[in-house]
């Protein structure tokens, strides 16, 4: 075979004599009609999570052509905003662009006319949420009057295992006691008063993932020479105060009250006053000098 058309064939036959006989026939070459190329294994349709960036496919046997012509390919994706498409020789590649659902179209060609398809769906998945998680809780903490401020380190408290950027809050669950603010990575205690408080710190991941951290902080009231007696806790209330402040001593009589601002100057002294009104001194922090029938107590109260 040489190629397409008719021609005519003759076979001549000689004695070696000068006899000849000569034979003459038609011999036709004709195309064969093409035959399109197959979907000889689809491709599954596919779940892919976020974050899969991109993922390629051997599409090499996907398709068959019984002429053996090469094949060429085109893809497209019926939605952009979630996946690109691109094909290099025999390898498909799927770009991650968004969350949600494409259909992903092959179509190959055979240079003669002949064409096949393949179509398959990929959904683009929310990867679940880790919430973030305690790793190096906060220990309580006593602490004794007059320490003003403290501050902690929290970076290290919670761990988030998807790498998000946490954000902190932070309360108190007695501000007469102690107030806490949050700078960066830094919990500052500012101290108020004296009693317990329990501080909460909760880390958000911004994927509505969250976790908290409590610790108890005790402020514990002097007495000259000392620690307050244990088995009585001296309760100056409310503090902070607008007017009227109620000191309460247990079995103790009170005998003397000085208010103090904090050069220790002497503003006033009360005889035998269980109630103090502060609502003539300016907005500040003051200090109580109580004497009893059998201590002495410094305390700090509050103007507002």
Same mark, same amino acid.
């Given at each position: 075979?040489?190629?397409?058309?008719?021609?005519?064939?003759?076979?001549?036959?000689?004695?070696?004599?000068?006899?000849?006989?000569?034979?003459?026939?038609?011999?036709?070459?004709?195309?064969?009609?093409?035959?399109?190329?197959?979907?000889?294994?689809?491709?599954?349709?596919?779940?892919?999570?976020?974050?899969?960036?991109?993922?390629?496919?051997?599409?090499?046997?996907?398709?068959?052509?019984?002429?053996?012509?090469?094949?060429?390919?085109?893809?497209?994706?019926?939605?952009?905003?979630?996946?690109?498409?691109?094909?290099?020789?025999?390898?498909?590649?799927?770009?991650?662009?968004?969350?949600?659902?494409?259909?992903?179209?092959?179509?190959?060609?055979?240079?003669?006319?002949?064409?096949?398809?393949?179509?398959?769906?990929?959904?683009?998945?929310?990867?679940?949420?880790?919430?973030?998680? /305690?790793?190096?809780? *906060? @220990?309580?903490? +006593?602490?004794?009057? $007059?320490?003003?401020?403290? &501050? %902690?380190?929290?970076?290290?408290?919670?761990?988030?295992?998807?790498?998000?950027?946490?954000?902190?809050?932070?309360?108190?669950?007695?501000?007469?006691?102690?107030?806490?603010?949050? /700078?960066?990575?830094? *919990? @500052?205690?500012? +101290?108020?008063?004296? $009693?317990?408080?329990?501080? &909460? %710190?909760?880390?958000?991941?911004?994927?509505?993932?969250?976790?908290?951290?409590?610790?108890?902080?005790?402020?514990?009231?002097?007495?000259?020479?000392?620690?307050?007696?244990?088995?009585?806790?001296?309760?100056?209330?409310?503090?902070?105060?607008?007017?009227?402040?109620?000191?309460? &001593?247990?079995?103790?009589?009170?005998?003397?009250?000085?208010?103090?601002?904090?050069?220790?100057?002497?503003?006033?002294?009360?005889?035998?006053?269980?109630?103090?009104?502060?609502?003539?001194?300016?907005?500040?922090?003051?200090?109580?000098?109580?004497?009893?029938?059998?201590?002495?107590?410094?305390?700090?109260?509050?103007?507002?």
């Amino acid at each position: 075979e040489i190629g397409v058309g008719s021609t005519t064939i003759t076979v001549t036959a000689s004695d070696g004599r000068d006899g000849q006989a000569a034979d003459h026939f038609q011999v036709e070459v004709v195309t064969l009609p093409n035959i399109s190329p197959l979907v000889a294994n689809p491709i599954s349709d596919m779940e892919l999570s976020e974050g899969f960036t991109t993922t390629t496919l051997d599409i090499s046997d996907v398709f068959e052509d019984v002429d053996a012509d090469p094949l060429n390919y085109v893809c497209s994706s019926s939605d952009e905003s979630i996946a690109l498409v691109q094909v290099s020789e025999d390898e498909l590649t799927i770009t991650e662009v968004g969350l949600g659902s494409a259909i992903i179209s092959i179509v190959t060609n055979d240079g003669r006319g002949g064409e096949a398809m393949d179509e398959f769906l990929i959904q683009v998945l929310a990867t679940p949420n880790n919430e973030p998680v /305690v790793v190096t809780p *906060l @220990t309580d903490m +006593e602490l004794e009057e $007059g320490f003003n401020s403290t &501050t %902690l380190d929290i970076t290290g408290v919670f761990d988030d295992p998807d790498q998000d950027d946490l954000v902190y809050t932070v309360s108190s669950t007695n501000e007469s006691v102690i107030e806490v603010t949050i /700078v960066g990575g830094e *919990l @500052t205690i500012n +101290e108020i008063g004296v $009693g317990n408080a329990v501080v &909460t %710190l909760t880390s958000y991941d911004g994927n509505n993932g969250l976790a908290s951290d409590h610790f108890n902080v005790n402020v514990l009231g002097t007495v000259l020479g000392g620690l307050v007696n244990p088995e009585f806790e001296l309760q100056v209330y409310p503090n902070p105060t607008t007017n009227m402040v109620k000191i309460e &001593t247990g079995n103790e009589m009170i005998e003397v009250v000085k208010v103090l601002d904090l050069s220790g100057h002497l503003l006033d002294t009360y005889l035998n006053a269980e109630n103090i009104n502060m609502a003539q001194y300016e907005n500040g922090t003051y200090m109580l000098y109580i004497v009893t029938s059998e201590n002495q107590y410094f305390t700090r109260i509050i103007k507002r």
